[in-house]
């Protein structure tokens, strides 16, 4: 019994450790999209439950899918931006027909994509990453005035409860370490929501007209659309996902001891490819590996895939239960947007991390960044600026992630990938090809 005791508490570590992350995403794609109460309070059920099932697609691991190592996944913070530009233009229907299709695209070419890699080294990944963040501040700062159009917009009341959040996370970070650390995210929308409750502007409604049981339904928000500029957009993100995945695998890999061949990675891809699509039929997110956790192995630690297979259980039980997930739904717009900034801007000091490390290698690496990071920004600052090219060319410039990210994908393989005007450089610095041009300056 004790021995029980302790694993679930090692479970509900890891629960705590994502819980902030995996819930942010549905509440700030939901509000984006003016989503009721009740169809919030689903979103989020949905999201656990799913977080916990693809968690168990990637740890229960057999031919097929499963990289059979301690992961956790959640919803992937890359998909934010780009889920709230389809909804916006296309509707919420062809969010989930984007998701569905890069899921699939996905599973079928996981067992190559160990050599599309080559395609997103950090130059581009990091750039990908950058222009994510940048394009989600904005959406950052709205809320914390309250909300885009909300009657008290810049309220006193509704700045001081975004910064006063902020600075509870920021102290968090400050002044404590391990666990706390981990969940200063988590921490810092509880203490803002406790604070705006004492104020009077937290509205309990929703958790007293929530259920305490539901069963989960296929297409809970309609039947899915397809449009080709949204399925291009939600299939960067996922080969952006993808990588970063990779990466958590193989820091797992290191961790346990356990060594990984080309078939592990393609069934961890797979079961990610697998998620995306359940995610998409059953209206939640796509979903990737949670590096959060792997910092929480490393802390305690316990590598057993047992525990992260009770926090998945614990995930999974919590989704079918829509008051649990009604307290989310209640923290006030302003507190969400002060955690928020913290969140977003930890995506782009990710971007800026990755860049950090190429960056230097070369003068084409930061032209790359240049203008990457430019066309993206620009186009999302100015989306009417390519209103009238035709049609079929809007497709990659629909939005400023996908303008960006095409744009970082090209000029690394321009820059880095053919070896034309490196292999002439060096050629013409070599002895050989000194020797041979001043033997043609003497024959003229």
């Known amino acids: 019994m004790k021995k029980l005791l302790g694993e679930s508490a090692l479970g509900l570590q890891h ?3 994502m819980y902030a992350g995996a819930v942010l995403v549905p509440l700030i794609v939901g509000g984006a999209l003016g989503l009721n109460s009740e169809q919030l309070t689903y979103l989020v059920s949905i999201d656990i439950l799913l977080c916990g099932i693809a968690t168990l697609l990637q740890i229960v691991s057999n031919r097929f899918f499963g990289i059979g190592l ?8 890359t998909a934010v ?3 709230i530009a389809i909804g916006g233009e296309y509707g919420i229907s062809a969010i989930y027909g984007a998701i569905i299709a890069s899921g699939l695209l996905v599973v079928l070419i996981s067992s190559v994509f160990g050599s599309l890699v080559r395609f997103f080294p950090p130059i581009v990944t990091g750039s990908v990453v950058t222009i994510i963040g940048i394009t989600l501040i904005p959406v950052a700062i709205n809320n914390m005035g309250g909300g885009q159009g909300a009657a008290d917009f810049g309220s006193t ?5 975004a910064f006063g959040t902020l600075l509870f996370i920021i102290l968090l970070y400050k002044f404590s370490t391990g666990f706390v650390r981990a969940i200063s995210i988590l921490l810092g929308l509880v203490g803002g929501t406790l604070v705006a409750g004492f104020m009077g502007l937290v509205n309990f409604a929703p958790i007293a007209e929530a259920s305490y049981f539901h069963m989960v339904k296929p ?3 309609g039947m899915p659309t397809f449009e080709w500029s949204a399925i291009l957009t939600m299939t960067l993100v996922a080969m952006v996902s993808l990588v970063e995945s990779t990466g958590v695998y193989f820091a797992l890999s290191d961790i346990t001891k356990k060594k990984l061949e080309q078939k592990d990675l393609a069934k961890g891809y797979r079961a990610e490819g697998l998620a995306i699509v359940m995610g998409g039929i059953f209206n939640a997110f796509p979903y990737t590996a949670f590096s959060q956790n792997v910092g929480l192995i490393q802390m305690s630690g316990v590598k057993s895939r047992k525990i992260i297979f009770i926090a998945a259980m614990m995930l999974i039980t919590l989704g079918f239960v829509p008051k649990i997930a009604a307290m989310t739904t209640i923290i006030p717009t302003a507190v969400l947007g002060g955690a928020m900034l913290a969140m977003f801007g930890m995506v782009i000091s990710q971007g800026i991390k990755m ?6 290698e070369s003068t084409e690496n930061s032209m790359i960044v240049a203008c990457s990071v430019g066309i993206g920004l620009g186009v999302t600052v100015v989306p009417e600026i390519f209103a009238l090219v035709p049609p079929s060319f809007q497709i990659l410039t629909s939005n400023g992630i996908v303008a960006g990210s095409i744009t970082a994908i090209v000029l690394n393989i321009v820059f880095n990938m053919i070896p034309a005007g490196r292999k002439a450089k060096v050629d ?17």
């Open 157 to 161: 009341a509704n700045i001081s409860l």
């Open 15 to 17: 629960v705590l450790a």
């Open 81 to 83: 931006g780009p889920m």
């Open 70 to 77: 301690p992961v956790v996944l959640g919803c992937t913070f």
């Open 355 to 360: 860049l950090g490390k190429v960056m230097g």
């Open 428 to 444: 013409a610095s070599s002895p050989k090809s000194a020797a041979a041009s001043e033997k043609l300056l003497s024959q003229n």
């Open 219 to 221: 297409f809970y928000f």
